[in-house]
T-cell receptor, first 114, second 114 residues
């Protein structure tokens, strides 16, 4: 069991460039989440999904899009990166029946936008 | 708006001492209060959690104290060890069993000196 994996681990973008972050989980979890972590701000929810083919906005969704075409994968896209999107991004998943209580996090992707 | 306020932002404790981290919330719909532990370069991992129908939960050296009337909860780490040095996040969940979004506190960087 690899758990929750994230690709890539690091990335540097120029303002205006686009990229996609991939999250994969092999635990057959229904719920998946994307967070960003910034110093002094904790973890803030960007988007989440309660099942294959469904997505919803979280606390800070502007500038991001997501897709959940397969149950095991949750993609986070930045269409036109901005310096304010410099952050560490974490993906998480949660099994059904827990209401999202227990979340398993990936190792993170450190993104720098110049 | 920050629905879960965490303090202190950083904490330095000597080995063998007690570490105490506090959180306060406003939303009375929260029904689950977990603490996550994050080591540098890693994703957060669930440490311990409590539901509002109990006032205390202990797991080894880690204890959550919960005060429903004051809308506050705290993490106590007894006999703190250098290996406990990490960032700790409190969180709160609402939404019942169908779906729950975790709202995180700002995080506390704990350093335990040998």
């Amino acid at each position: 069991n690899a758990g929750v994996t994230q690709t890539p681990k690091f990335r540097v973008l120029k303002t205006g460039q686009s990229m996609t972050l991939l999250c994969a989980q092999d635990m057959n979890h229904e719920y998946m989440y994307w967070y960003r972590q910034d110093p002094g701000m904790g973890l803030r929810l960007i988007h989440y999904s309660v099942g294959e083919g469904t997505t919803a906005k979280g606390e800070v969704p502007d500038g991001y899009n997501v897709s959940r075409l397969k149950k095991q994968n949750f993609l986070l896209g930045l269409e036109s990166a901005a310096p304010s999107q410099t952050s560490v991004y974490f993906c998480a998943s949660s099994p059904p029946g827990t209401g999202g209580s227990r979340q398993f996090f990936g190792p993170g992707t450190r993104l720098t936008v110049l | 708006q920050q629905q879960v306020k965490q303090s202190p932002q950083s904490l330095i404790v000597q080995k063998g001492g007690i570490s105490i981290i506090n959180c306060a919330y406003e939303n009375t719909a929260f029904d689950y209060f977990p603490w996550y532990q994050q080591f540098p370069g890693k994703g957060p991992a669930l440490l311990i959690a409590i539901r509002p129908d109990v006032s205390e939960k202990k797991e080894g050296r880690f204890t959550i104290s919960f005060n429903k009337s004051a809308k506050q909860f705290s993490l106590h780490i007894m006999d703190s060890q250098p290996g406990d040095s990490a960032t700790y996040f409190c969180a709160a969940k609402s939404g019942g069993t169908s779906y729950g979004k975790l709202t995180f506190g700002q995080g506390t960087i704990l350093t335990v000196h040998p």
